[in-house]
C-alpha cells in the first residue's frame, strides 16, 4: 500500500509537469501574439468577464479569439494546478499517516 501511495504521488508529480508545460506552451504561443500586437489587460480581466467584455474585447475586436484562448488557456491552467496540489497534498498526507503507523 505504502509503495502504491508512493507511485501515486510520483505519477502525479508527473502529470502536474506535463500539464504545465503543455499548457505554458499553449500560453506563450498566444501570449506572443497578443504581445507583438500590443495587447494589453491585467489580471483582473482574466478573472472578471464583465470587464473584459466591457473594457478589453472592444478595444481589440480583431484579437478576440486569441484573447479568450489565452484567457481559457490561463484559467484551465489554474484549475489544473490547483487540483493536482490537492491531490499531491492528500496523498502526502496519507503517506506520512502510514509511515507512522508502519
Known sequence: ????????????FV??????LY???K??????????????FGANHIFNRKR???EILPRYPQFRNE???FIRHMQYTMKM???L??????FGAILMYFREIG
Open 23 to 25: 499548457f505554458r506552451a
Open 67 to 69: 484573447i479568450e484562448s
Open 15 to 20: 502529470a502536474m509537469l506535463f500539464v504545465n
Open 27 to 40: 500560453v506563450l504561443k498566444v501570449y506572443g501574439v497578443l504581445v507583438r500586437n500590443k495587447v494589453e
Open 81 to 83: 494546478a490547483t487540483v
Open 52 to 54: 473584459l467584455e466591457t
Open 85 to 90: 496540489i490537492v491531490l499531491i497534498t492528500l
Open 1 to 12: 500500500m505504502y509503495y502504491l501511495l508512493i507511485s501515486i504521488v510520483i505519477g502525479l
